[in-house]
């Protein structure tokens, strides 16, 4: 019998197949040609599977063929490895040894064009009462469902029915997916203080049409539909001009993570009473049989994605809030697996492990301080600045923050440094001051100084759990929120110090000759 292996891929156990590779004859050490293009999310979750079969007639129904095993892995999984190059033992017979399967990711090239554009409108319409219009214009990228996403929004400009905006750079990847024909939409706004913009009116382009920088095809009318249709002699609402268009490549995420950069994770979690006594099914911290706690939820949510690009899954675990033994000092700082001279705990389940046994050992208590853990995570980010490393921290908390101004003053410090803080604050308290810790609206500052980056990420856990979603389902929207940043932000740490990744490591060479049949 020849052996003509053939590698079908789906991404998850009970999902449609992707895509099939190529069969090669008469070989049991096939090297597949054909690639596959899947859009990656770092802050996803994204299961594959591969199914190897070997191939002895035209018909498409695999039942019809043997089967030689599968493997399943993440797609960070793949990225997160040395070169983004994954080993994988073949399983699926029992019994037998099956092979194995290495597989390969490479970054398509236009992910990593960045586009700077600049535009300005003529006779936008006027809005304002008193004053003329104060217009910003919102982007928004097509998706293959028909649906839109906004990519960019520029800044307001006031007083105004002919305004410039200030040029702004946009991966090309954000603004049209790599698909230069995609519809990108552009609505035009009149800015108002309460919130409730007044809409001016839109446009259609492309990347293909922009890229043709400043002419008379990067001219477009400003078009309000209600308008339009209403008024016979309705031209436009005025006119937008691209005054500038250029492109370069730059550095991604990627490049970095495929030139040896690891990311070291480390979670923090409160120990404060304000949690509730740990015995009683009121508590945050309550061990059920049934089910993961909220504290555990959100650990195993964030750190099964984070994990990928860390090569020995080793995660320092902390606590704070508590008082430890044998003394029962309070501490704000203590490990979590009891060995202060190494918190680091192997695998997720290795933290909740460690935090399952500190729950039985510490006394809950207060109050609840940040700073000593986010100074904690600086120092081992302080010592390592050549960019083979970047820190995460995440802190899962249930209260109101007691050491204010001293987290924010550690936060500006940290800003400096290659390290992201994620935030999860559980329970039902007011977390007002996680949303300003969070910088998204105004960028945090202590003393006087602003912090270099926006670093912090804040999202409160109840807002994933109501409603009545699966828990898979809303840990993995959770995660997806909390992390999504994490790429700019350690992007923006490397180009601000001029930091370039390391050269991939060579390929192995491909397998080898293929065997001859047997008589």
């Known amino acids: 019998m020849s052996s003509c292996p053939h590698v079908p891929m789906s991404p998850c156990p009970r999902v449609p197949q992707f895509g099939r590779t190529e069969v090669i004859d008469n070989s049991l050490n096939p090297d597949f040609l054909r690639k596959f293009v899947l859009d990656y999310f770092f802050e996803e979750k994204q299961n594959l599977r591969f199914d190897l079969y070997d191939v002895d007639s035209k018909s498409p129904d695999l039942s019809k063929h043997d089967f030689l095993g599968q493997a399943f892995c993440t797609l960070g999984e793949i990225v997160g490895s040395a070169g983004s190059r994954l080993e994988k033992p073949l399983t699926g017979i ?31 319409d006027k809005k304002d009462f008193f004053g003329k219009s104060d217009p910003f214009m919102v982007f928004y990228r097509s998706n293959e469902d028909g649906t839109f996403t906004i990519c960019h929004k520029t800044e307001v400009v006031r007083n105004t029915l002919n305004p410039v905006w200030q040029a702004f750079a946009i991966p090309v990847r954000a603004l049209c997916n790599g698909d230069y024909d995609r519809a990108i939409k552009v609505e035009v706004y009149d800015w108002d203080r309460d919130g409730s913009h007044d809409f001016i009116g839109e446009f259609t382009t492309s990347y293909r049409e922009l890229a043709r920088g400043q002419s008379q095809f990067n001219v477009y009318e400003v078009v309000n539909p209600r308008k339009r249709m209403k008024k016979k002699k309705y031209l436009n609402s005025g006119t937008v001009t691209l005054l500038s268009f250029a492109v370069e490549s730059d550095h991604t995420f990627l490049d970095y993570i495929r030139g040896g950069t690891q990311i070291n994770f480390t979670v923090a979690i409160d ?78 389940e290795g ?70 803080i994620i935030i999860v604050g559980v329970g039902q308290a007011e977390f007002d001051a996680m949303v300003e810790l969070d910088g998204d609206d105004i960028r945090i500052s202590s003393r006087g100084k602003v912090a270099e980056r926006d670093i912090v990420q804040f999202v409160p856990f109840r807002d994933y759990v109501e409603g009545g979603a699966s828990p898979v389902l809303s840990m993995a929207r959770l995660a997806k929120d909390v992390l999504a ?14 930091i370039k990744p390391q050269p991939a490591p060579p390929s192995p060479d491909p397998p080898g000759p293929p065997v001859p049949p047997q008589p």
């Open 94 to 124: 029992p019994g037998k040894k099956c092979g194995t399967i290495i597989l390969l990711a490479e970054e398509l090239g236009n992910c990593r064009d960045v586009a700077t554009l600049q535009f300005c409108a003529n006779k936008l």
């Open 271 to 348: 120990f404060t009473a304000s949690n509730g006594n740990p015995s009683q099914s009121t508590s945050l911290h309550y061990l059920s049989p049934y089910q993961l706690n909220a504290y555990a939820m959100a650990l195993k949510a964030v750190g099964e994605i984070i994990q990928d690009y860390d090569s020995d899954k080793m995660f320092p675990a902390l606590g704070f809030g508590a008082k430890i033994p044998p003394d029962g000092r309070v501490s704000h700082e203590f490990p979590l697996n009891g060995d202060a001279a190494n918190p680091a705990c192997s695998g997720i």
């Open 351 to 420: 933290v909740l492990e460690a935090y399952h046994r500190s729950l039985r050992s510490v006394q809950l208590y207060g109050p609840t301080n940040f700073a000593p853990v986010v100074n904690h995570v600086a120092r081992s980010a302080a010592a390592v600045l050549d960019g083979s490393q970047y820190f995460v921290l995440l802190i899962i908390t249930d209260g109101v923050i007691s050491d204010m101004a001293q987290t924010k003053e550690a936060i500006v410090n940290a800003a400096k440094l290659p390290m992201s």
């Open 485 to 498: 940043e994490i790429p700019d932000q350690f992007i923006s740490y490397m180009k601000a110090r001029g």
